[in-house]
C-alpha cells in the first residue's frame, strides 16, 4: 500500500503559478505511470499530465505549454509546475501512480489539493 499526500495548492491571480508536489510513503522508482488529474466542480475528472517511468509524457491540450510534469526518485515525489494560470484551471488536483505487476495492477490516488485561479 502507498499513501499519497498532495501539496502546492491555494488560491493564485490569473496568470500566476503554483508548483504542486505529491509525496509518495514508498519508493516510486518501480512505478510504470505517474500522473496528475484533475476535477472541476460539475465535471469528471481527468488526466492533465502524465509521466512514464521511461521518462516519457503527456499532457492535455488545455496545459500544454503551461504545465510540465516531473518526478523525483530521490525524495519520492511527483511535482506539477503550473505557469500562467487561468480561472479554467480551477479544481482539485489528485495524484496517481500505477503499478504495473506481472499479474495485477495496483493503483493509488491522493486526497487532492484544491487550486483556485481567481482575481
Known amino acids: 500500500q502507498v499513501q499519497l499526500v498532495e501539496s502546492g495548492g491555494g488560491l493564485v491571480q490569473p496568470g500566476g503559478s503554483l508548483r504542486l508536489s505529491c509525496a509518495a510513503s514508498a519508493s516510486i522508482n518501480r512505478a510504470n505511470v505517474m500522473a496528475w488529474y484533475r476535477q472541476a466542480p460539475g465535471k469528471e475528472r481527468e488526466l492533465v499530465a502524465q509521466i512514464t517511468s521511461g521518462g516519457s509524457t503527456n499532457y492535455v491540450d488545455s496545459v500544454k505549454g503551461r504545465f510540465t510534469i516531473s518526478r523525483d526518485y530521490a525524495k519520492n515525489t511527483v511535482n506539477l509546475q503550473m505557469n500562467s494560470l487561468n480561472p479554467e484551471d480551477t479544481a482539485v488536483y489528485f495524484c496517481?501512480?500505477?503499478?504495473?505487476?506481472?499479474?495485477?495492477?495496483?493503483?493509488?490516488w491522493g486526497q487532492g489539493t484544491q487550486v483556485t485561479v481567481s482575481s
Open positions: 496517481n501512480l500505477v503499478f504495473q505487476g506481472p499479474f495485477k495492477r495496483y493503483e493509488y
